[in-house]
């Protein structure tokens, strides 16, 4: 209905297409999206939305141009430049000889997300950890620990910047010291997650 009364709004058309792609039409949503960003003054989140669902696609080399294109409106979005650090690390290449420069890039990326944090503190630095990840780079046949524990480094430097009411308190049992409890029992872990599911890799790890 919001977009039949404002056809050319570039707004009703990416809220249509977010409903769209987490319903699992990506193709469809991606055409929305398309369409959103190419109309006056489509905002960043528009932007950084229709990225994400490129990079669902695989149509990473378009996602890096839309991403581009937020940050050229907004230099300070967080979000856009997490994600074009990460987007370079991509889950298929045309030939072996596309890895290494993506490497790089990855590489440059961390560099560049690492001076412009350093360089103003950026208080909203957190929203932007884990929006994207560089899962795929595990499927390259490198060493990736050097990369991956800038990566890692980098996470934790944002996520510093969460204003402290919205950490999650430490609790304390009455009576027992936060020592004496982490040493005397396991520690209980529960997952959840949209991704648990009838598969054969959540199998080979629970089994």
């Keep these: ?21 987490e319903k699992g039409q990506v193709a469809t949503a991606i ?5 959103a960003a190419a109309l006056p003054n489509p905002s960043t989140q528009t932007l950084c939305a229709f990225a994400n669902a490129l990079l669902t696609s695989g ?8 991403l581009r294109q937020a940050i050229e ?7 856009a ?3 074009l650090a990460v987007a370079h690390c991509r889950p298929i290449y045309s030939s072996a000889s596309e890895i290494e420069p993506s490497r790089q890039a990855f590489s ?4 560049d997300l690492y001076a412009w944090f350093h360089a103003a503190r950026r208080p909203e630095a957190y929203t932007a950890v884990g929006s994207h990840q560089p899962f795929f780079i595990a499927y ?17 430097e944002w996520m510093g910047s969460m204003p402290q009411d919205l950490a999650v308190p430490k609790i304390k049992r009455p009576g027992t010291s936060a020592h004496a409890h982490a040493t005397t029992r396991k520690m209980r872990i529960g997952i959840a997650s949209a991704h648990i599911r009838d598969h054969s890799v959540w199998h080979a790890i629970t089994k």
């Design 1 to 21: 209905k919001a977009v039949a009364m404002r056809p050319h709004s570039s707004a009703t058309l990416a809220a249509l297409a977010a409903v769209q792609f």
């Design 31 to 35: 055409a929305n999206y398309r369409e």
């Design 59 to 66: 149509l990473y080399e378009e996602a890096v141009r839309y």
């Design 73 to 79: 409106i907004d230099g300070n979005n967080a979000i």
């Design 81 to 83: 430049r997490w994600k």
């Design 108 to 111: 440059n990326g961390l560099l």
């Design 140 to 156: 390259q046949p490198f060493n990736n620990k050097e990369l991956l524990s800038r990566y890692g480094k980098l996470c934790v």
